[in-house]
Structures are given as structure tokens and as C-alpha cells.
Nanobody, 120 residues
Framework: QVQLVESGGGLVQAGGSLRLSCAASGRIFRINDMGWYRQAPGKERELVALITSGGRTKYADSVKGRFTISRDNARNTMYLQMNSLKPEDTAVYYC??????????????WGQGTQVTVSS
């Protein structure tokens, strides 16, 4: 069974840091683009950061300079280092990836989400 599993969320004070991880498992041949999205209560899901298979990155303006996305292809894992957290960063964070699965081709997968809460 192919799946993405996030970890690392929690409660932190404003100005603090958290590191999210997303591990892909299953019969994966290759991982293409990966990304982090978030959804706050009453709001639509939004892109936080993207990283291509070659390591190019893209960030939402609201997190530029504070968040860093990275990936370890050998471990099929993606990370999001979040520094200088603000209360408005509070949301459920979701991992997203395009996976090439053996005998199935490319498909988009989502993790179950991890809660990040930043207190003021």
C-alpha cells in the first residue's frame, strides 16, 4: 500500500520552530514533485512550498524567508523546517506528492495531515 505519512506537528509559541516530515512508503519507483499545503479553519487549502525531483523550490509569499522545504530522495522523505512561526501559521499541514508506482504509473497522493498550532 502506497502512502504518505506526516509527523512533527504540535503546539509552539510564536517565534518558535517546528520541523515537519513526510515519509513515502510502498512500491514506489520514483517520486516526482513534492509539496506542503495547509488548511486553516474556515479557509481553503493553500500551497506552502514545493520541491521538484531536481531540488528546485517554490514558496508562498507568506512563508518566504521563514520556512525551508527539503527532501532526502534516498529515504523517500520530505521536510519542512518552519522558523519564526506566527499565529497565522496555525493550520493542518498536508504532504502532497506525485508518485510513480510500480505497475500503476504516476498518481497524486496526500498524507493524512498534521496539526500545527502557534500560540501568541
Amino acid at each position: 500500500q502506497v502512502q504518505l505519512v506526516e509527523s512533527g506537528g504540535g503546539l509552539v509559541q510564536a517565534g518558535g520552530s517546528l520541523r515537519l516530515s513526510c515519509a513515502a512508503s510502498g512500491r514506489i519507483f520514483r517520486i516526482n514533485d513534492m509539496g506542503w499545503y495547509r488548511q486553516a479553519p474556515g479557509k481553503e487549502r493553500e500551497l506552502v512550498a514545493l520541491i521538484t525531483s531536481g531540488g528546485r523550490t517554490k514558496y508562498a509569499d507568506s512563508v518566504k524567508g521563514r520556512f525551508t522545504i527539503s527532501r532526502d530522495n534516498a529515504r523517500n522523505t520530505m521536510y519542512l523546517q518552519m522558523n519564526s512561526l506566527k499565529p497565522e501559521d496555525t493550520a493542518v499541514y498536508y504532504c502532497n506528492a506525485e508518485l510513480n508506482v510500480y505497475n500503476s504509473g504516476n498518481a497524486e497522493y496526500w498524507g493524512q495531515g498534521t496539526q500545527v498550532t502557534v500560540s501568541s
